[in-house]
T-cell receptor, first 114, second 113 residues
Framework: AQSVTQLGSHVSVSEGALVLLRCNYS??????LFWYVQYPNQGLQLLLK??????LVKGINGFEAEFKKSETSFHLTKPSAHMSDAAEYFC????????????FGTGTRLQVTL | DSGVTQTPKHLITATGQRVTLRCSPR?????VYWYQQSLDQGLQFLIQ???????AKGNILERFSAQQFPDLHSELNLSSLELGDSALYFC????????????FGPGTRLLVL
């Protein structure tokens, strides 16, 4: 069965600093990988997705992620954090095939300080 | 705004009761998914429907059931509610042409007292 592990339940960065949120996946077949963001009292919004095309994926709000098969990782980065980036971020995996369910990580809460 | 709507936004009820959560997918989306988000279990997939048919089942309790109607809206029925059912319930939908991407609604926050 596929799974994702998010390292660090809380990450704090200064405004303007690099954001790095870690996600490692486990899957016996090529996965589809996703990053979602959840702002307080809101639903999940798709940031970006990897579906076996380019390994470097660019998403919304300046975020990007790189699929590294050798490291089974799909870390999320943003060069310069903004206060509005404070939210909870979820990595998710979906195995290609008939089942379309997403399996989510436990989430990382990003705090951005002045 | 994802285009997925969920009602009600909040629901407070008592143990033993039954509630129905409603979801309208994005226009034209045939797939509907239900997820539960709780502090102890995180985000968990419950069930998926595609064009009225059940497609996949996750960690859904027997006390819970769902259906998708001909107009493609879906309902999640929760019965014999327990305190532990208190959670945020999300609905998501995806298009037939892009099933990899799921668009989430704002959720229904259920509180069982």
């Amino acid at each position: 069965a596929q799974s994702v592990t998010q390292l660090g339940s809380h990450v704090s960065v200064s405004e303007g600093a690099l954001v790095l949120l870690r996600c490692n996946y486990s899957s016996s077949v090529p996965p589809y990988l996703f990053w979602y963001v959840q702002y307080p009292n809101q639903g999940l919004q798709l940031l970006l997705k990897y579906t076996s095309a380019a390994t470097l994926v660019k998403g919304i709000n300046g975020f990007e992620a790189e699929f590294k098969k050798s490291e089974t990782s799909f870390h999320l980065t943003k060069p310069s954090a903004h206060m509005s980036d404070a939210a909870e971020y979820f990595c998710a995996v979906r195995v290609t095939g008939t089942a379309s369910k997403l399996t989510f990580g436990t989430g990382t809460r990003l705090q951005v300080t002045l | 705004d994802s285009g997925v709507t969920q009602t009600p936004k909040h629901l407070i009820t008592a143990t033993g009761q039954r509630v129905t959560l409603r979801c309208s997918p994005r226009s034209g989306d045939l797939s509907v998914y239900w997820y539960q988000q709780s502090l102890d279990q995180g985000l968990q997939f419950l069930i998926q429907y595609y064009n009225g048919e059940e497609r996949a089942k996750g960690n859904i309790l027997e006390r819970f059931s769902a259906q998708q109607f001909p107009d493609l809206h879906s309902e999640l029925n929760l019965s014999s509610l327990e305190l532990g059912d208190s959670a945020l319930y999300f609905c998501a939908s995806s298009a037939w042409t892009d099933q990899e991407t799921q668009y989430f609604g704002p959720g229904t926050r259920l509180l069982v007292l």
